[in-house]
């Protein structure tokens, strides 16, 4: 994989070329940005281009070719150090960090970075995705960061500099990474196979919201069809609530037997909720909306029915985000789901006005 083949982050890169060029590559790195735009990639690509034996390192182009670059890619390079939350785990352990039991700070990232390189000049982590640190875990890291090892970096990848401490942050030089362009997202769809037909690609890059992983999820009928039945339900204030946790939850089982793929499909519907209540906040503010037809049609209808104002609106956008992060968290689906929309529908009851037949 080449530098081409990370596309929408061009600025970035650039400046990583530069701070390298003049010396002044910082030791600490945190990449902030929504999930699947391509942070992970740049990382290791980054990380690649900083430990590959063959071509100059001020270049940060990797001839890809050489064993420290092979190994990179193969994720078993010697100096390159990779974290990340385990399948079964709602959070990185710090075991990871710092070592177990006897082994205590004698293995673990914050162990493995400190020693000599084996193969290049430098040692590189990533921690993938730091959004899953705990504190205590956030905290092992703290003196590997006020004292990094030389020719040491780390990068830390997260979806919100709110995730991450402040200890954390005011250590970490802060790179922000926007969504991919919708023309970028079309484009790789129909390169990869995922839709033959450029405008159906669009209509999927509009869904993504910037994420090309999220366009390929949305590319399944099932998903689209339920987000048209669930988003006029939500236009109503006062929605049955009941009846549609129901249909949620038959949906999300409907993923497969195991866990993951259910929770992942309940965390896209929570995303089509909170991407509503977003806009119909938006509206009620007088502020512009945007989206796609049925969104727009939806939160216009919507605004004339939702009385309760914005802060309700609001509310319901930060029920939803809690509510997805309860999902990472291995809450129990079926009651989450029936929490979750009585919150939702509870939220908009009072301001709720029927509309003249």
């Given at each position: ?312 609106a609001g509310a319901c956008l930060a029920r939803c ?37």
């Amino acid at each position: 994989m080449s530098w081409d083949e990370i596309q929408g982050h061009d600025a970035i890169l650039a400046n990583f070329r530069k701070a390298v060029a003049r010396e002044r590559l910082a030791s600490t790195f945190l990449f902030v940005g929504p999930p699947a735009i391509g942070k992970r990639k740049f990382a290791l690509k980054l990380a690649e281009a900083l430990l590959c034996e063959k071509s100059k390192s001020t270049d940060l182009n990797p001839c890809g070719k050489c064993e420290s670059c092979v190994q990179v890619r193969a994720h078993s390079h010697p100096d390159l150090i990779l974290v990340e939350r385990p399948a079964n785990r709602t959070r990185i352990p710090v075991e990871l960090l710092i070592g177990e039991g006897q082994n205590r700070m004698r293995e673990g990232l914050c162990h493995d970075i400190t020693l000599r390189p084996y193969r290049g000049g430098r040692k590189v982590a990533i921690i993938d995705d730091a959004d899953y640190l705990n504190v205590e875990g956030a905290n092992c890291l703290l003196k590997t960061l006020e004292e990094p090892p030389p020719r040491s970096v780390m990068i830390l990848l997260s979806t919100s500099l709110q995730r991450q401490l402040p200890t954390i942050r005011s250590r970490s030089q802060i790179i922000r990474f926007s969504p991919l362009p919708n023309d970028v997202i079309a484009s790789l769809l129909v390169e990869q196979g995922v839709v033959a037909d450029l405008e159906e690609a669009r209509v999927l890059a509009e869904l993504g919201h910037g994420s090309l992983e999220r366009a390929m999820q949305v590319a399944d009928p099932e998903l689209r069809e339920f987000r048209a039945a669930l988003l006029p339900r939500l236009a109503v204030p006062d929605f049955p609530s009941v009846a549609l946790a129901k249909e949620t939850a038959d949906f999300v089982d409907r993923a497969g037997k195991e866990a993951p793929p259910r929770r992942a499909r309940l965390i896209l519907v929570m995303q089509f909720a909170a991407e509503f209540y977003e806009q119909l906040m938006r509206a009620l503010c007088g502020r512009p909306v945007s989206g796609d037809d049925l969104l727009l049609k939806q939160v216009e209808r919507a605004a004339g029915r939702f009385t309760a104002g914005p802060d309700a609106a609001g509310a319901c956008l930060a029920r939803c985000i809690e509510a997805e992060q309860e999902v990472e968290m291995n809450a129990n689906l079926a009651t989450l789901v029936d929490a979750w929309l009585d919150d939702l529908s509870s939220a908009g009851r009072l301001g709720y006005v029927p509309l003249a037949q």
